[in-house]
Nanobody
Framework: QVQLVESGGGLVQAGASLRLSCVASGRTFAFYRMGWFRQAPGKEREFVGGIGWNPASALYDDSVKGRFTISRDNAKNTVSLQMNNLKPEDTAVYYC????????????WGQGTQVTVSS
């Protein structure tokens, strides 16, 4: 059974940094695409960024490009999200996800970790 567990969320001031981590278990994830999503109160869940087995494959939403960096350690089945220069609009629950299918849709999710950025 696939399980994803996020950690690293918290309350910070605008301009600060946080690093989220996601540990995956249940299979080897090295060749699966992994991603980060977020959901703010009253809003739809949105894509933050994703990464394939090749670190150079990382893609980001325009709202976080240049501030957030996704990395992965395939030996440890972990994916991380380094968030710099945080803004109040980054406040959301952040979810780790993995795409286990050939179609590319993300089909397994973590429970989420809260990130709150105060102004």
């Amino acid at each position: 059974q696939v399980q994803l567990v996020e950690s690293g969320g918290g309350l910070v001031q605008a301009g600060a940094s946080l690093r989220l981590s996601c540990v995956a278990s249940g299979r080897t994830f090295a060749f699966y695409r992994m991603g980060w999503f977020r959901q703010a109160p009253g809003k739809e869940r949105e894509f933050v960024g994703g990464i394939g087995w090749n670190p150079a494959s990382a893609l980001y939403d325009d709202s976080v490009k240049g501030r957030f960096t996704i990395s992965r350690d395939n030996a440890k089945n972990t994916v991380s999200l380094q968030m710099n220069n945080l803004k109040p609009e980054d406040t959301a629950v952040y979810y780790c996800a993995v795409s286990l299918n050939s179609g590319g849709a993300y089909d397994a999710w973590g429970q989420g970790t809260q990130v709150t950025v105060s102004s």
